[in-house]
């Protein structure tokens, strides 16, 4: 199994990004989709997740509104649209697969990318 992301980058805060991931060696559609992130001394929390179709999506209190995410799953790629970007976005951002029971736990998730970065900067 393997999750590639891609999308990060530097931005200054107000603006936005979209991260991308996709998912080869696995059933893509058998497995919710979550969006993570790690700052520098901090613990990895959970951004977004989608279930399998797309038809149920859940997010951090301090992203709603600002952050979208949708999964494709003919092409096994999930994304996260990210606006209004704040200092405090920055952060590793990780995509995981998984058959959660708490949607944005990330123990409760199976498989991983290796992240990339995201630097809100002025």
């Known amino acids: 199994v393997q999750l590639v992301e891609s999308g990060g980058g530097s931005v200054q805060p107000g603006g936005s990004l979209r991260l991308s991931c996709t998912a080869s060696?696995?059933?893509?559609?058998?497995?919710?989709m979550g969006w993570f992130r790690q700052a520098p001394g901090k613990e990895r929390e959970g951004v977004s997740c989608t279930n399998w179709s797309g038809e149920n999506k859940y997010y951090l209190k301090s992203v709603m509104a600002r952050f979208t995410t949708s999964r494709d799953n003919a092409t096994k790629t999930v994304y996260l649209s990210m606006s209004r970007l704040q200092t405090e976005d920055t952060a590793v951002y990780y995509c995981?697969?998984?058959?959660?029971?708490?949607?944005?736990?990330?123990?409760?998730?199976?498989?991983w990318g290796q992240g990339t970065q995201v630097t809100v900067s002025s």
């Open positions: 995981a697969a998984g058959n959660p029971n708490q949607w944005l736990d990330p123990g409760a998730y199976t498989y």
């Open positions: 060696g696995l059933r893509f559609d058998d497995y919710a």
